[in-house]
């Protein structure tokens, strides 16, 4: 119901929040397709480790992206076994990677030092084996939240790794309710997590973990749907969290502003929908890319770049104004615009793409008549200016 109201009175202060930004595609992945592989970026460079092939085999490879030059490299492969679903995590010039799955759980941890290109071992993971968990990083501590220990045996447990003294301890038990395939991300001192599966279905719900005080918050929900195995990354100081699955495989982005607690959609992954994707920060942009569909066989190994648009409340007309007419319209209506050239694009109500068209006339006609009634947002851009109105179908 949140979403819904913050949609509605957005709505009715005629402006629409806008952080749109951009994807690039770039070179795929120089190795198998796969999905749930871990990563983490540092500095100019990112890292995929493992994860679950085509056919359910593991993998225990590790590869660079060098995102200056566009190309992959393989480095010393990940110690142990071959796992999916280990935790990336980046702390200044050095990465880390914690627990796993393949025939059982794995608790050992692993840093990644990219100069030298080797390994050291962490201490061993305490609390229960699991598959599935969240994770951030907050100053020199590694996080582990929730997770399954056993197929649907859903955990709400908080661990904290303290890099600098080696050893773990056991936090506040997160807010929600207890289970898997969450996101995770930190900006600043909090982390958070949100959206996964537990118990009672599919979720939505997020939280706020406050590193000073060692205590769980409630924060506006996800406002896409419902869903588990979203991949939820940083870029600066905002979050993104997008695609996953419930069924249905997503293409959606969000942002998340901590500082006002307020989502808004992003341009949508232009790849194929899927679950089990990576993705982290290098240099002020994020990467994303992997994962995979339903099916043991449906992985993927393309890779993109998203750069972060401007974020702000934009009023309509601010920059340039455009009629849409009827307005209420049955589905049939008509774009009018003083320039002859753009693009227009609408979004229900969870910030799913729905339209994606050139206007190329001063008049353009749409056709929605297949959507659902409600209420929509239809945004415009030309010559580097954008503006957006809303929809109502009836």
């Not at 969240?134 to 859903?154: E, H, Q, W």
């Amino acid at each position: 119901m949140k979403k819904i109201r913050l949609s509605i009175i957005l709505f009715l202060c005629s402006c629409v929040s806008i952080a749109q930004g951009s994807w690039t595609q770039k070179t795929d992945l120089a190795s198998n397709a796969r999905r749930w592989a871990g990563g983490f970026g540092i500095g100019t460079k990112g890292y995929i480790a493992g994860g679950q092939g085509n056919g359910i085999s593991h993998f225990n490879d590790f590869w660079e992206y060098d995102s200056a030059n566009d190309t992959w490299a393989q480095k010393a492969n990940v110690p142990g076994q071959a796992r999916e679903l280990t935790l990336g995590y980046t702390v200044g010039t050095l990465g880390y990677l914690l627990l796993g799955y393949s025939s059982g759980p794995y608790l050992n941890g692993h840093s990644y030092d990219p100069n030298s290109n080797s390994w050291g071992g962490l201490t061993i993971f305490p609390g229960a084996g699991r598959y599935g968990a969240s994770n951030f990083a907050i100053g020199n501590k590694l996080y582990v939240v929730a997770g399954d220990t056993n197929l649907n045996a859903f955990q709400k447990d908080t661990w904290e790794y303290n890099i600098g003294t080696s050893t773990w301890s056991q936090k506040a038990t997160f807010g929600g309710a207890a289970r898997r395939g969450a996101f995770g991300f930190a900006l600043g001192t909090k982390g958070y997590v949100g959206t996964g599966i537990g118990g009672s279905g599919l979720l939505n719900d997020v939280w706020e973990y406050d590193q000073t005080g060692n205590t769980w918050a409630q924060k506006n929900n996800f406002p896409g749907a419902a869903r588990q195995f979203a991949a939820g990354f940083k870029i600066g100081s905002k979050g993104y969290v997008g695609t996953g699955y419930d069924g249905s495989l997503y293409q959606d982005y969000y942002e998340y502003d901590n500082n006002t607690d307020t989502w808004s959609p992003v341009a949508s992954f232009p790849g194929n929908g899927r679950w089990g994707g990576i993705g982290f920060e290098i240099n002020g942009k994020g990467y994303f890319g992997l994962g995979g569909t339903g099916t043991s066989s449906g992985n993927f190994k393309d890779w993109w770049e998203f750069t972060p648009g401007s974020s702000g409340m934009i009023d309509a007309g601010k920059n340039f104004s455009f009629t849409i007419f009827p307005n209420p319209s049955n589905g049939y209506f008509n774009i009018h615009c003083p320039s002859t050239k753009g693009e227009l694009t609408i979004y229900d109500l969870n910030g799913k793409r729905v339209l994606l068209a050139k206007i190329n006339s001063l008049k353009t006609p749409i056709d929605l008549s297949t959507r659902a009634k409600g209420a929509y947002i239809v945004e415009l851009k030309s010559n580097d200016k954008v503006s957006s109105q809303k929809l109502i179908l009836e």
